[in-house]
């Protein structure tokens, strides 16, 4: 190694050291939070694949009911129609959960936030609140849905029924199970059509805003901070109030498909890979207080995971889900105070 004139050899050897640890421990740092923007992409591409997919079979569906001059009764009797519609519902099925997946991120990064109100949170102008779309939904034969709801939403309710006015009212066998079920008829091709290539259209849009980020301590200790509280006024409370818990007795147009403790083992996940991408900083300066945490975010995907599994197999009374409700929001109230405790330890302001 050369060195500058008048800089003798420890010296330099002192300072190659000091620019070397300093390079690994930037390397270091980076690391874990990239991953947190890795794990977002990965589902976003399944998300993806799945909205894709709804659109190309919605956009079927469309030109099979445009050929039967919109007379559902006769698209009722095409032979393709069943398979379309199966194909619609699966790429949906495919999309919702790989959304779940990364909620806890989209919604709580404020570059990313106004996606969740476009593609699941938001209600709509009907339901009104605080968190109303910010979109209309025109459709194909020009008319315009004005703040119609979420768009995961508007395609379950269009593809399962829910909403009187997104289906066309001739029922429909689309199972396959010669009977009709819960969620059997045909929807309205045109807003099937519309909310399908929407949704697609905003899950592409969100890969880019998602592409464009870089995730930073802040962004993530907020996202957590923001979520995990919602484990018991939003999951829980949607669930007790869902078929799932309910059954023919609730008035509910969403969560008809997928259970709410699914979407909420689903955001769990995602807050175990964001705190993943915090881990190593806050063990560097208090490892029981890491150790708590992780095992606190473990604890409770394996709470939300046995109920899940007991749901398959039973229904929850609304008293039950009520104490259960109780259980999870102790546990969520439990890891939202460490995970404010770890983030003054590394000089990190959220809930501001």
Do not use: H
């Not at 270091?28 to 591409?45: C, E, H």
């Amino acid at each position: 190694m050369t060195f500058p004139l008048g800089l003798n050899q420890d010296w330099a050897v002192k300072l190659s050291l000091l620019l070397l640890t300093a390079a690994l421990t930037g390397m270091a740092g980076a690391a874990p939070l990239d991953g947190v923007k890795t794990y977002l992409g990965g589902k976003l591409a399944v998300q993806a694949a799945g909205t894709a997919q709804l659109t190309r079979a919605a956009d079927r569906y469309y030109a099979l009911a445009k050929a039967a001059g919109f007379d559902y009764r006769k698209l009722a009797k095409n032979a393709q129609t069943r398979a379309v519609l199966q194909e619609a519902r699966a790429g949906w099925s495919k999309a919702s959960p790989a959304y779940e997946e990364i909620e806890g991120i989209v919604a709580g990064v404020d570059a990313l936030s106004r996606f969740d109100l476009i593609l699941d949170a938001g209600t709509s102008a009907a339901e009104g609140g605080e968190a109303v779309v910010p979109f209309d939904l025109k459709l194909p034969n020009g008319r315009v849905l004005p703040k119609p709801g979420n768009l995961f939403g508007v395609n379950e309710a269009a593809l399962w029924g829910t909403v009187k006015a997104f289906g066309s009212g001739v029922p429909f066998d689309v199972n396959g199970n010669g009977r009709i079920d819960f969620g059997d008829g045909l929807p309205d091709a045109n807003v099937l059509k519309a909310a399908a290539a929407e949704l697609n259209r905003q899950t592409l849009a969100l890969r880019r805003a998602a592409g464009a980020w870089t995730p930073t301590r802040a962004d993530v200790f907020g996202a957590l901070a923001g979520n995990v509280p919602t484990v018991g006024p939003v999951f829980f409370e949607n669930w007790k109030t869902s078929r799932f818990v309910l059954g023919g007795r609730s008035r509910r147009t969403d969560f008809v498909v997928i259970s709410r403790l699914s979407d909420l083992g689903g955001n769990v996940r995602s807050w175990q890979a964001m705190y993943a991408g915090l881990s190593p900083d806050v063990r560097a300066r208090s490892a029981p207080l890491d150790a708590q945490i992780r095992a606190g975010l473990g604890d409770l995907a394996a709470f939300v995971g046995r109920l899940e599994a007991q749901e398959r197999r039973r229904r929850f009374t609304p008293e039950q889900a009520e104490t259960l409700q109780a259980e999870a929001q102790n546990r969520a109230t439990a890891i939202t105070g460490r995970l404010t405790q770890a983030a003054a330890l590394l000089g990190v302001r959220v809930g501001e």
